[in-house]
């Protein structure tokens, strides 16, 4: 069985400043973990993935995530939040099942300008 | 232009009525998924199809139907049983395994008059 949860349903930065998603999992496998973002009224878009290779992970739009199997964290950052990074991000598990993905709820980011 | 493409954008439900919504890939993948967004949730498995002329249930699949006749198509459709139809749907694909990526078209919402 795997799960996943997003810490924070709600985050809201000003632009310029960091940026912080957090994620938490449980999987009995060796998960591969994304990120996906998703604009409103839009489809998802991969952000990044990780999949045991390194365990800091670059993606799209300067955001990288790192996979922390000790605290069972994949946490996403920016260092400079962007007007258009403003969104609803979700944190995905994937396991040796063959229904794959497990959604967190997701997190909003609202970012001031 | 290789993509995933959904229609219609918007579709519109009367009491009783069974809908279909379509879905498309050029991308060549093997399986197929049809996910159930609500506001402020994730996404919830529908059915899934790893391959043409075969289908499985997800985690909410009463009230709806689908069908693969052909690698590049899933359509789904809402039937009368289902209740609560009024959602996002989305529909993504990948390579066939459990931990390929998943590439997500851009979405219909059903609405009921």
């Known amino acids: 069985a795997q799960s996943v949860t997003q810490l924070d349903s709600h985050v809201s930065v000003s632009e310029g400043t960091p940026v912080l998603l957090r994620c938490n999992y449980s999987?009995?496998?060796?998960?591969?973990l994304f990120w996906y973002v998703q604009h409103p009224n839009k489809g998802l878009q991969l952000l990044l993935k990780y999949t045991s290779a390194a365990t800091l992970v670059k993606g799209i739009n300067g955001f990288e995530a790192e996979f922390k199997k000790s605290e069972t964290s994949f946490h996403l950052t920016k260092p400079s939040a962007h007007m258009s990074d403003a969104a609803e991000y979700f944190c995905v598990v994937s396991g040796a099942g063959r229904r794959a993905l497990t959604f967190g709820s997701g997190t909003r980011l609202q970012v001031q300008p | 232009d290789g993509g995933i493409t959904q229609s219609p954008k918007y579709l519109f439900r009367k009491e009783g009525q069974n809908v279909t919504l379509s879905c498309e890939q050029n991308?060549?993948?093997?399986?197929m998924y049809w996910y159930r967004q609500d506001p402020g949730q994730g996404l919830r498995l529908i059915y899934y199809s790893q391959i043409v002329n075969d289908f499985q249930k997800g985690d909410i699949a009463e009230g709806y139907s689908v069908s693969r006749e052909k690698k590049e198509s899933f359509p789904l459709t809402v039937t009368s049983a289902q209740k609560n139809p009024t959602a996002f749907y989305l529909c993504a694909s990948s390579m066939a395994g459990p931990q390929e990526t998943q590439y997500f078209g851009p979405g219909t919402r059903l609405l009921v008059l």
């Open positions: 999987s009995s496998y060796s998960p591969s």
């Open positions: 991308l060549n993948h093997d399986a």
